[in-house]
């Protein structure tokens, strides 16, 4: 185990609160059923990261704890029907298809995210590996779009235009790329998805 970093991100493996499964109190924060629960925080070889005020363990109990270990375990709870029967706990109080969210077999996975302690000492994340994901897509569609006009360019007809005018085709002279393929996100409101 390591001690804690002061890295603004971590590696986390985190759930979405409910209080059927998780509980709720009078301490507890007013909207934490909209947080995601840390579960533990991992350092990039897969191994817990240890807080200043928790008592050493032994190796032995270190080799056995690592973030493979942990999503296993999380993943057997999940899939298991008798812990998430709709007759022992009640609906989530805000999201809809909680139930839909974790069925999914990709529900339990490491996600970077930044490490908050709420005043009532609860353990959240704000996750940061969705903008990976929303990146990842975009650059696809860009790099497909590349494609296309690479191959339009290579048409006889447009090396023609190109050495005639100097310019390529209207429809071929604009080469995408990576910078500004986020635009479309510009007017995205991040707040109404919390």
Same mark, same amino acid.
């Given at each position: 185990? &390591?001690?804690?970093?002061?890295?603004?991100? #971590?590696?986390?493996?985190?759930?979405?609160? @409910?209080?059927?499964? @998780?509980?709720?109190?009078? #301490?507890?924060?007013?909207?934490?059923?909209?947080?995601?629960?840390?579960?533990?925080?991992?350092?990039? @070889?897969?191994?817990?990261?240890?807080?200043?005020?928790?008592?050493?363990?032994?190796?032995?109990?270190?080799?056995?704890?690592?973030?493979?270990?942990?999503?296993?375990?999380?993943?057997?709870?999940?899939?298991?029907?008798?812990?998430?029967?709709?007759?022992?706990?009640?609906?989530?109080?805000?999201? /809809?298809?909680? @139930?839909?969210?974790?069925?999914?077999?990709?529900?339990?996975?490491?996600?970077?995210?930044?490490?908050?302690?709420?005043?009532?000492?609860?353990?959240?994340?704000?996750?940061?590996?969705?903008?990976?994901?929303?990146?990842?897509?975009?650059?696809?569609?860009?790099?497909?779009? /590349?494609?296309?006009? &690479?191959?339009?360019?290579?048409?006889?007809?447009?090396?023609?235009? /190109?050495?005639?005018?100097?310019?390529?085709?209207?429809?071929?002279?604009?080469?995408?790329?990576? /910078?500004?393929?986020? #635009?479309?996100?510009?007017?995205?409101?991040? #707040?109404?998805?919390?």
């Amino acid at each position: 185990m &390591m001690e804690i970093r002061t890295n603004k991100y #971590n590696l986390l493996l985190c759930e979405l609160h @409910h209080p059927g499964i @998780h509980g709720k109190t009078n #301490n507890s924060a007013a909207n934490i059923e909209t947080h995601f629960l840390i579960h533990d925080r991992f350092d990039g @070889h897969g191994y817990p990261i240890k807080n200043m005020d928790e008592e050493d363990e032994t190796e032995e109990d270190d080799a056995d704890y690592n973030i493979t270990s942990v999503m296993e375990f999380l993943k057997n709870q999940y899939s298991d029907p008798a812990n998430f029967n709709l007759r022992y706990f009640e609906r989530h109080p805000t999201i /809809r298809n909680y @139930h839909n969210i974790i069925n999914n077999s990709n529900y339990i996975k490491p996600e970077i995210g930044e490490y908050i302690v709420l005043p009532t000492q609860e353990a959240v994340a704000i996750l940061k590996t969705f903008w990976l994901r929303i990146i990842q897509r975009k650059w696809k569609n860009v790099f497909k779009e /590349r494609l296309n006009i &690479m191959k339009m360019r290579s048409n006889p007809i447009c090396v023609y235009a /190109r050495q005639i005018t100097g310019k390529w085709p209207p429809y071929c002279s604009h080469l995408p790329r990576l /910078r500004g393929m986020l #635009n479309p996100l510009k007017n995205y409101n991040v #707040n109404s998805c919390e």
